[in-house]
């Protein structure tokens, strides 16, 4: 079945260092990429996405390219901010006839970082 | 604008007790799901709905049952309680184009004692 692999964490990083989060994923047919973000003491918000080979999705200066022949979709920011602390969820939804399939995640990987 | 709702936030149940967990959304979403939360899990589908009257098994859905009797509600019902249970719960929903992502409620958080 379709499952989705991201680095474990936690990962810690000083103010306005590089961030990659590795995320690969197996699929039987076309899917969809997403990484979602949680907050402490909430829900996971969509951070971002892309339904296709090639894309790339972006969101608060967070980046991630859909790169079908390494199936991987690591999630990259430049610059990170204490308030990037949060966990991070790639996930995957795949095609079928009957429509798209609910969300897979992956186990997430929590990021803190320190001023 | 309201979102997701969870209710309750938190709940403590001993074993053997049975509970249900109420998801509700204000925005007209076809698909509902209800996710289990673990330490070094992520987030395991236990069942979910694609419309009213509706739902089906997710990858952990043993000793849960749903019903999604109303479009804007979910229901989630632990008919036997097990320490096993122990567990955060979210529920999301989403339109029939899941481009536009899932929204989520901010969880439950359930204990079996």
């Known amino acids: 079945g379709d499952s989705v692999t991201q680095m474990e964490g936690p990962v810690t990083l000083s103010e306005e260092a590089f961030l990659t989060i590795n995320c690969t994923y197996t699929a039987t047919g076309y899917p969809s990429l997403f990484w979602y973000v949680q907050y402490p003491g909430e829900g996971l918000q969509l951070l971002l996405k892309?339904?296709?080979?090639?894309d790339k999705g972006s969101n608060k200066g967070f980046e991630a390219t859909y790169r079908k022949e390494t199936t991987s979709f690591h999630l990259e920011k430049g610059s990170v901010q204490v308030s990037d602390s949060a966990v991070y969820f790639c996930a995957l939804s795949d095609y079928a006839p009957s429509g798209n399939t609910p969300l897979v995640f992956g186990k997430g990987t929590r990021l803190s970082v320190i001023a | 604008n309201a979102g997701v709702t969870q209710t309750p936030k938190f709940r403590v149940l001993k074993t053997g007790q049975s509970m249900t967990l109420l998801c509700a959304q204000d925005?007209?979403?076809?698909?509902m799901y209800w996710y289990r939360q673990d330490p070094g899990m992520g987030l395991r589908l236990i069942h979910y709905s694609v419309g009213e009257g509706t739902t089906a098994k997710g990858e952990v859905p043993d000793g849960y049952n749903v019903s999604r009797l109303k479009k804007q509600n979910f229901l989630l019902g632990l008919e036997s309680a097990a320490p096993s249970q122990t567990s955060v719960y979210f529920c999301?929903?989403?339109?029939?184009?899941?481009?536009?992502?899932?929204?989520f409620g901010s969880g439950t958080r359930l204990t079996v004692v």
């Open positions: 925005m007209n979403h076809e698909y």
């Open positions: 892309a339904t296709k080979a090639d």
């Open positions: 999301a929903s989403r339109l029939r184009d899941q481009n536009y992502g899932y929204t």
